[in-house]
Nanobody, 120 residues
Framework: QVQLVESGGGLVQPGGSLRLSCAAS????????MGWHRQAPGKQRELVAV???????KYADSVKGRFTISRDNAKNTVYLQMNSLKPEDTAVYYC??????????????WGQGTQVTVSS
């Protein structure tokens, strides 16, 4: 089994910054891609950013140039540095990992989510 736990969410003013972290633990053999999604009230869940095991990244157009995804493979941790935050970034942010468990298959696992609120 695999657990992912997010931290770092909170309330921030427009133009401010926030750094989210997500650590994976459990019966992990290897983690391939890790990523962040978000869901705002009344809207569909959307991909924010993803990073593969080699460090290649992709971003949603809405966050490109403002957000940076990174990872620490030794700690099984993914980060999302969010700069120049806008009210439209307000959402619950979920981390995910594409994980091969020990002696088992590759599957996607999700964290519980952390609230990010951008408001003055």
């Amino acid at each position: 089994q695999v657990q992912l736990v997010e931290s770092g969410g909170g309330l921030v003013q427009p133009g401010g910054s926030l750094r989210l972290s997500c650590a994976a633990s459990g019966n992990i053999f290897s983690i391939y891609a890790m990523g962040w999604h978000r869901q705002a009230p009344g809207k569909q869940r959307e991909l924010v950013a993803v990073i593969n095991s080699g460090g290649s990244t992709k971003y949603a157009d809405s966050v490109k140039g403002r957000f940076t995804i990174s990872r620490d493979n030794a700690k099984n941790t993914v980060y999302l540095q969010m700069n120049s935050l806008k009210p439209e970034d307000t959402a619950v942010y979920y981390c995910s990992g594409n994980v091969r468990i020990v002696g088992g298959p590759i599957d996607d696992y999700w964290g519980q989510g952390t609230q990010v609120t951008v408001s003055s």
